[in-house]
């Protein structure tokens, strides 16, 4: 049987580090990756910050599922311009006025369709898709603040022993396990990246 499921995590911390430092920290893709423990490989399929993520996951039974995301990886600066400047031309904008009217950086990750066929779903292997948003605001104290808000679906064929139970009750279990597995993976990754700046406390 065929299921689809959808996970969803969000949360918001304070890192004891200053903006430039987090952005450059939190933009470096592969990097913050390696932190999740169920993504075991990050590959970069081109110049323009695109990736390709292998990950694995265990069912109730240990029977493993290994998920491949693709995605584009974006980052916007977020400005706020007095009124007298709101009309200009983004491209007019000097170094000293960006500098001057950053209020934080958007860092985004959207799926990347593949120009391959990727699932395999005879030999457990799935095509996911993958949505997010890091918003990263500085904060006084050399501290920043980030707010970080995931959306993960896959398309997956259930093990012959779960078959037995009713879809709907199965398509449930399957979301909100899903979530609460990203979750804690979520928790821990940040934890870990904490190792590198001292303290990120989660609000």
């Known amino acids: ?27 470096d893709h592969p990097r913050i990756l390696g932190f999740n423990p169920f993504c075991h490989k990050v590959e970069l399929l081109g110049p323009d910050e695109a990736y390709r993520w292998y990950f694995r996951v265990t069912d109730p039974q240990n029977n493993p599922f290994d998920v491949i995301f693709n995605i584009q990886q974006e980052t916007e600066l977020l400005l706020e311009l007095p009124e007298d400047a709101a009309t200009i031309d983004p491209a007019e904008l000097t170094d000293e006025m960006i500098s001057k009217y950053t209020v934080g950086r958007k860092i985004s990750w959207h799926h990347l369709p593949a120009e391959d066929t990727i699932a395999m779903p005879e030999k457990y292997l799935f095509e996911g898709k993958a949505t997010a948003q890091m918003l990263i605001l500085p904060l006084q104290g050399e501290r920043t603040k980030v707010d970080f ?55």
């Not at 899903?178 to 590198?196: E, K």
């Open 1 to 27: 049987m065929e299921m689809d499921a959808t996970g969803k995590c969000k949360g918001q911390w304070v890192f004891h580090g200053d903006f430039v430092r987090t952005v450059d920290y939190l933009s």
């Open 149 to 203: 808000d995931l959306q993960v679906d896959v398309k997956f064929v259930l093990y012959p022993a779960f078959r037995i139970i009713p879809e709907q009750i199965i398509r449930a279990m399957t979301n909100a396990g899903m979530s609460l597995v990203m979750q804690t993976a979520t928790n821990r990754m940040f934890q870990s990246i904490s190792n590198d700046f001292g303290t990120v406390r989660q609000l």
